[in-house]
């Protein structure tokens, strides 16, 4: 079985461009997270997905924003990108139906440096 | 205010020594959840454990076990007879309950992380 796949694996992006990450969990989970890891604020939560609904949303500006299409897989966007927004973005997903034993499954991340 | 805190921010052993990852929470819901998972320099985490708040058993596999307390909240790791391969940063999480009161996970709360630096 597929594990969780984020795609570009690296991105190098300019002061005020926008990008676009992807993001196809693992066949038949319907959840989708998304991570930001940076070596001074370390792993903060983004947003979660379920149902093309965005369930659960972190401390970021309104620059992040993500969507979750029918086949669950996810993309994240950020706008009029900074300088601190130069971080590992990782993406997460799970079954999500209430299983007793749920636990998430992350992809190897997106590489994103802001010059 | 942190929810997950590991004290221990850089750990270096030779190999076959045992090492013991610290780990202290903080939550004001009676359901909760924990986990470990572990980073290599790839990047991507690695889903060590889960464990539930209402089973403080602690649980052991392979070299790996986990001490639960819920007197002290913490969540502490044990790596027996460490190897090289174990070399990478581990990180302690929390989810509390989704607001809904289902068993889904909603978002997880991660520690700054452990970097463990096993030498041959």
């Known amino acids: 079985k597929a594990g969780v796949t ?68 996810s993309e994240m ?36 440096s802001v010059l | 205010a942190q929810k997950v805190t590991q004290a221990q921010t850089e750990i270096s052993v030779v190999e076959k020594e045992d090492v013991t990852l610290d780990c202290v929470y903080e939550t004001r819901d009676t359901t909760y959840y924990l986990f470990w998972y572990k980073q290599p320099p790839s990047g991507e985490l690695v889903f060590l454990i889960r464990r539930n708040s209402f089973d403080e058993q602690n649980e052991i596999s392979g070299r790996y076990s986990w001490n639960f307390q819920k007197s002290t909240s913490s969540f502490n790791f044990t790596i027996t007879a460490s190897q090289v391969v174990d070399s990478a940063v581990y990180f302690c999480a929390l989810s509390e309950s989704h607001p809904r009161g289902s068993s889904t996970l909603g978002r997880l709360y991660f520690g700054r992380g452990t970097q463990l630096t096993v030498w041959p």
Do not use: M
């Open chain 1, 77 to 112: 966007n950020v706008s009029t990108l900074e300088l601190g927004d130069s971080a590992l973005y990782l993406c997460a997903s799970s079954l999500d139906y209430g299983h007793y034993n749920e636990k998430l499954f992350f992809g190897s991340g997106t590489q994103l």
């Open chain 1, 6 to 73: 984020q795609t570009p694996r690296y991105l190098i992006k300019t002061r005020g461009q926008q990008v676009t990450l992807s993001c196809s969990p693992i066949s038949g989970h319907r959840s989708v997270s998304w991570y930001q890891q940076t070596p001074g604020q370390g792993l903060q939560f983004l947003f979660e997905y379920f149902s093309e609904t965005q369930r659960n949303k972190g401390n970021f500006p309104g620059r992040f924003s993500g969507r979750q299409f029918s086949n669950s897989r």
